[in-house]
Antibody, heavy 120, light 110 residues
Framework: EVQLVESGGGLVQPGRSLRLSCAAS????????MHWVRQAPGKGLEWVSG????????GYADSVKGRFTISRDNAKNSLYLQMNSLRAEDTALYYC?????????????WGQGTLVTVSS | QSALTQPASVSGSPGQSITISCTGT?????????VTWYQRHPGKAPKLVIY???KRPSGVSHRFSGSKSGNTASLTISGLQAEDEADYYC??????????FGGGTKVTVL
């Protein structure tokens, strides 16, 4: 069974940084691309970033490009999201998600999410 | 990166069929057979109900079906049941290693 467990969320001031982590189990992690998706309060789902199986391909939403960096450590079965220059509009529940393939194509499985609140 | 367009809400009576549309562009929905649909109940993680435009994962009811024509994808729920009341999101691969979601549709069972 695929398990994705996010951590690292919390309350952070505007302009500061935060690093999210996702621990994956139940599948061969380095066979699959991975994603971060968020949902702000009262809003819909928003894709944030994706990374291919070998980190060779990365994609970002325009809203986070230049501020967020996605990475992975296949030896640790872990996915990360480094979030810099955080803004109030980054406040959201952040989901770690697994792709269907090694490339960035489509999201099949989801974690339960970690909450990030950006506020002074 | 523009969000895919979905109706904000759709409603139907038990036993009826409803269809949710998802309109994109030739840069996403219209160019790739990679539309997915997710069901999301309050407080729960999204659940995949359709992938690759019209394929149903094992364990998902046959009452859920997907289709696509040009830049518009659709999710049909037949034999509507109370448990189908939820938010539904479409999603598509777009160009340059990006993915885009629709704004979501709230399905109400009357």
């Amino acid at each position: 069974e695929v398990q994705l467990v996010e951590s690292g969320g919390g309350l952070v001031q505007p302009g500061r940084s935060l690093r999210l982590s996702c621990a994956a189990s139940g599948f061969t992690f380095d066979d699959y691309a991975m994603h971060w998706v968020r949902q702000a309060p009262g809003k819909g789902l928003e894709w944030v970033s994706g990374i291919s199986w070998n980190s060779g391909r990365k994609g970002y939403a325009d809203s986070v490009k230049g501020r967020f960096t996605i990475s992975r450590d296949n030896a640790k079965n872990s996915l990360y999201l480094q979030m810099n220059s955080l803004r109030a509009e980054d406040t959201a529940l952040y989901y770690c998600a697994k792709d269907d393939s090694g490339g960035i194509t489509m999201i099949l499985d989801w974690g339960q999410g970690t909450l990030v609140t950006v506020s002074s | 990166q523009s969000a895919l367009t979905q109706p904000a809400s759709v409603s139907g009576s038990p036993g009826q069929s409803i269809t949710i549309s998802c309109t994109g562009t030739s840069n996403d929905v219209g160019s790739f057979n990679l539309v997915t649909w997710y069901q999301r109940h309050p407080g729960k993680a999204p659940k995949l109900v359709i992938y690759e435009d019209n394929k149903r994962p094992s364990g998902v009811s046959h009452r859920f079906s997907g289709s696509k024509s040009g830049n518009t994808a659709s999710l049909t729920i037949s034999g509507l049941q109370a448990e189908d009341e939820a938010d539904y999101y479409c999603c598509s691969y777009a160009r340059s290693y990006t993915v885009v979601f629709g704004g979501g549709t709230k399905v109400t069972v009357l």
